[in-house]
């Protein structure tokens, strides 16, 4: 079982919807971290969180340390957020990322 | 500001020789860590460097070695190359090992 979990692996959205991307962990963390990578490879972090929730923009991010879950969401998603979307979590000394095996968003127009 | 960089862009070897990926970091950042992202898959963590030491190594070989210079630029360096080390390397750069890592765009390296 993987120590990062997300879900789900592809998604398909039309223009305007309401977008949630799950992300649950089985390991102690010192940090969540939503990154969001384009084809191409280009990986950018979107959030660092360790408690509570963080806002950018349309993005929204939440975590719950009790339940070692975290949400991404994405408000009236447009098609420019089409991309793949990676759960990682911290761990050790280095803070050395775990990468989820990331969720592939379509948003169609 | 300049970003984090990373040279080439894309690489191709043949099995068995030996390969020097180069990544500068975010100005004002001392560490820098390596990641590798075989297609489909997400990121492995390979070594972390914190101002010029080692810092800690995920699951690579030794022939996955490493060098950060004075300015705080890296290289990752493969000996020995094998058919499964192809893979897009990123390398990530952060002011201090426990904060947010910024991401270069990563090589493409190629093993025939």
């Known amino acids: 079982k993987n120590e990062v979990e997300q879900s789900p692996q592809n998604l398909t959205a039309q223009e305007g919807e309401f977008i949630t991307i799950n992300c649950s962990y089985s390991v102690g963390i010192s940090a969540l971290h939503w990154l969001q990578q384009h084809p191409g490879g280009g990986i950018v972090s979107l959030f660092m969180l360790s408690s509570g929730k963080k806002k950018h923009g349309r993005l929204i991010a939440t975590i719950n340390i009790q339940e070692k879950h975290s949400s991404l969401h994405i408000t009236a998603s447009h098609p420019r957020d089409s991309a793949v979307y990676i759960c990682?979590?911290?761990?050790?000394?280095?803070?050395?990322?775990?990468f989820g095996t990331g969720t592939l968003l379509a948003v169609q127009p | 500001e300049t970003g984090v960089t990373q040279s080439p862009t894309h690489l191709i070897k043949t099995r068995g020789q030996q390969v020097t990926l180069r990544c500068s970091s975010q100005?004002?950042?001392?560490?820098v860590s390596w990641y590798q992202q075989a297609l489909g898959q997400g990121p492995q963590f390979i070594f972390q460097y914190y101002r010029e030491e080692e810092n800690g190594r995920g699951n690579f070989p030794p022939r996955f070695s490493g060098l950060q210079f004075p300015n705080y630029s890296s290289e990752l360096n493969v000996n020995a190359l094998e058919l499964d080390d192809s893979a897009l390397y990123l390398c990530?750069?952060?002011?201090?090992?426990?904060?947010?890592?910024?991401f270069g765009p990563g090589t493409r390296l190629t093993v025939l």
């Open positions: 990530a750069s952060s002011p201090w090992n426990g904060d947010t890592q910024y």
């Open positions: 100005s004002g950042h001392n560490t």
């Open positions: 990682a979590v911290g761990r050790g000394a280095t803070n050395k990322l775990i």
